[in-house]
């Protein structure tokens, strides 16, 4: 099992930065991928970034490729999600989650998720 705790959301202006972290706990080197994924009020769940655990291979979604960056410092456990130029529409609930095998990482299905934390862009 892994437990995940984020951290860092907050208010924003639009242009503006933001770094959301996530410790990560328990069996974290035997998952595949962890990753961030975001969902707003009334849209569904969508996936942000990943990076695969074994050769910190990163894919990011569409909507925030250049410029959303993530990474992992290995000896804190610690997932980050570095948001840069924010967009009103990068306003969501930000969820970090661990998938246990490639098929769940690279169809961007993971099985363990993190409660959340929120990051709200004002224009």
């Known amino acids: 099992q892994v437990q995940l705790v984020e951290s860092g959301g907050g208010s924003v202006q639009a242009g503006g930065s933001l770094r959301v972290s996530c410790a990560a706990s328990?069996?974290?080197?035997?998952?595949?991928?962890l990753g961030w994924f975001r969902q707003a009020p009334g849209k569904e769940r969508e996936g942000v970034a990943r990076r695969r655990t074994y050769n910190g291979g990163t894919v990011y979604g569409e909507s925030v490729e250049g410029r959303f960056t993530i990474w992992l410092d290995d000896a804190k456990n610690t997932l980050y999600l570095e948001m840069n130029s924010l967009k009103p529409e990068d306003s969501a609930m930000y969820y970090c989650a661990a998938a246990s095998d490639n098929l769940r990482c690279l169809s961007f299905d993971f099985d363990y998720w993190g409660q959340g934390t929120q990051v709200t862009v004002s224009s």
């Open positions: 328990g069996y974290v080197n035997r998952m595949y991928c």
